[in-house]
C-alpha cells in the first residue's frame, strides 16, 4: 500500500493531521505512522491508537501487515 494511500485514510478521519510515515521492511506492508493532531489532545495512548486503527480497518485487515503509531497532539 502506497504512503499517499495510507495518509488519505488518516486525514480523511482527522482531517488537521500531520502524518509522516516509513516503510519499515521495503515491502509498503509493515509500516511506522507518526501522527500529530489536535484530536489526540487529552486522550491516553490506546484511544489514539484506536482513531487510528478506525481509519485504517480495512487497510489493516489486508494490505498492511503491521502498523506501529505514535500519536501526539500538537506540542507534544
Do not use: Y
Not at 502524518?19 to 486522550?43: I, N, P, Q, R, Y
Request: net charge negative.
Amino acid at each position: 500500500m502506497s504512503p499517499d494511500a495510507i495518509r488519505a485514510k488518516i486525514q480523511a478521519a482527522l482531517p488537521d493531521a500531520v502524518v509522516e510515515l516509513e516503510d519499515l521492511t521495503g515491502t509498503a506492508d509493515h509500516w511506522k505512522a507518526t501522527v500529530v493532531s489536535a484530536a489526540f489532545a487529552g486522550k491516553p495512548a490506546l484511544a489514539r491508537h484506536r482513531l487510528i486503527n478506525a481509519a485504517l480497518a480495512e487497510e489493516l485487515r489486508g494490505p498492511i501487515h503491521a502498523l506501529s503509531m505514535d500519536c501526539k497532539a500538537p506540542g507534544e
